[in-house]
């Protein structure tokens, strides 16, 4: 909702790579399936069914670990990692973000990224979704963040 707090997940490295997203999966399935459903109002049919054709062998680029998390996530979300995998690619090759990363004074590093997409009607819906799918995370190995 407006005005909340986004809420802060820890993502444990030390998981295997399948688990490591399930709980962000199952607290934001319905949010993930939103944003595909508004993704095939863009984007035409025969882009998914490539991605669902190829999934498995798109996710042969990414460095195992993420391969694995992707196919954990598609398990928890009930979408497939061809999908999964086609709208983190869109996402970062939209241009509708900007990403920056900082080390503070004391060694911290600091990742923000701004949701920089358009205020045109139609993608209304995918920014209600965004909003609704904010959050905090932090990354741990080792009991480190």
Request: aromatic share 12%; with cysteine.
């Amino acid at each position: 909702p407006y005005g909340r707090a986004a809420p802060k997940y820890v993502i444990n490295l030390d998981d295997a790579p399948k688990d490591r997203w399930n709980e962000i999966g199952t607290v934001y399935k319905t949010q993930i399936q939103d944003m595909l459903k508004e993704a095939k109002k863009t984007l035409p049919e025969a882009v998914f069914a490539l991605a669902d054709t190829f999934g498995n062998e798109l996710t042969s680029f990414l460095p195992p670990p993420y391969a694995e998390e992707l196919r954990g996530l598609a398990e928890v979300t009930a979408i497939s990692v061809g999908k999964l995998f086609l709208m983190n690619l869109s996402y970062d090759i939209t241009a509708y973000c900007t990403s920056t990363v900082a080390q503070s004074c004391d060694g911290h590093l600091l990742h923000g990224r701004n949701f920089d997409m358009p205020s045109d009607p139609q993608y209304l819906a995918t920014l209600e979704i965004s909003r609704d799918a904010t959050f905090f995370l932090d990354f741990q190995s080792g009991g480190k963040t």
